[in-house]
């Protein structure tokens, strides 16, 4: 046992969990999934579907078995590589539990209690084990395969640091055995809010006008888009506090197009609303389009996209064993 694990030289790594809902909208796009395309030419990434952390709390089991495929099929038809990027199914690599136990071990209770996560969950009636374990999972997840960095987004920073405390803690107690990654945050501009509502953020529980879901066909997002809310005025300009609608349309924009914010503007000087309210939509129909094609025709052969995410399962479960055998060996398991 050389205390070694055999990852891929030169290549930095990066892990990340994604939590599969039901729908995926055009701010998750922007905020992670364009991340992920992006950092796949820089990093080995290890990209899982956390659906061990979905049922943390109650998941109904066809729904789940759905929306995990669903998920799959949407980041790969996004621009997931599959030659760079290890896409897998969380409870596909056995080991995330059994690292997670062993780590739940030596979690001190209050360390999980004091999570903002659980402390903002916890005032729900009924609340689970699992909810207050989900970090050391978390961690389990994270270094199993020994990262630099993860990304994720500001919400889950605590939960990285809570990995960095527990790989000192367990290296100091048995030994170098765990790196200590680093979060890489989102970019702030990746903030995308509800276009019925541009103070608040875009979500998938504020009902269907409150986003644009990757999966929107094209007139139903030049409806969304049609009626998406303005502000008084008409001019086209990026001004967050007296113009929070247009702002937003702008932000997303520019993230589709790649202009910037302030060429944009150039663009629409003395337009109206109506006019760069139809570009908009065009442009996400244009941008959207592919992706849905491949994402249908993913969807539509399951037994090809389970082939997929059992390859990745088997390149994911080669590293994780590796590790496990490292640690099985430094805590005295036999
Ligand atoms: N908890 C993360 C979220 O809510 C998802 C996740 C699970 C994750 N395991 C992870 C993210 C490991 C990064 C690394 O978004």
Known sequence: MTGKTNLPAGRQVAVSGIKASGVLHI????????????LQSKYKMFVFIADLHAITVPQDPNELRENTLNVAALYIACGLDLKKTILFVQSHVPAHVELG???????????????????????????????????????????????????????????VELTRTLARKFNSRFGSTFKEPKELLRKEGARIMAIDNPTKKMSKSAGSNNYIALTDEPDIIRKKIKTAVTDSG????????????ISNLLSIYSAFSG????????????????????????????????????????????????KILDAGAKSANKVAEKTMAVVHQKIGLI
Request: glycine share 6%; aromatic share 8%.
């Open 27 to 38: 701010g998750n796009y922007i905020g992670a999934i364009e991340q992920f395309v992006r």
């Open 101 to 159: 136990w062993i780590l739940n071990t030596l979690t001190p209770l209050g360390e999980l209690e004091r999570m903002t996560q659980f402390k903002d969950k916890s005032q729900d009636k009924g609340v689970l084990a699992g909810l207050l374990n989900y970090p050391t999972l978390m961690a389990a997840d994270i270094l199993l395969y020994r990262p630099d960095i993860v990304p994720v987004g500001e919400d889950q920073v605590q939960h």
């Open 234 to 245: 008409s001019e086209i300009k990026y001004d967050v506090n007296n113009k929070p609608g």
């Open 259 to 306: 202009e910037s914010i302030a060429s944009l503007e150039k663009k629409y000087a003395g337009k109206n609303y109506g006019t760069f309210k139809s570009d908009l939509a065009e442009l996400l129909v244009q941008k959207l389009s592919p992706i849905q094609e491949k994402y249908k025709s993913l969807l539509k052969n399951k037994k090809s996209l389970m």
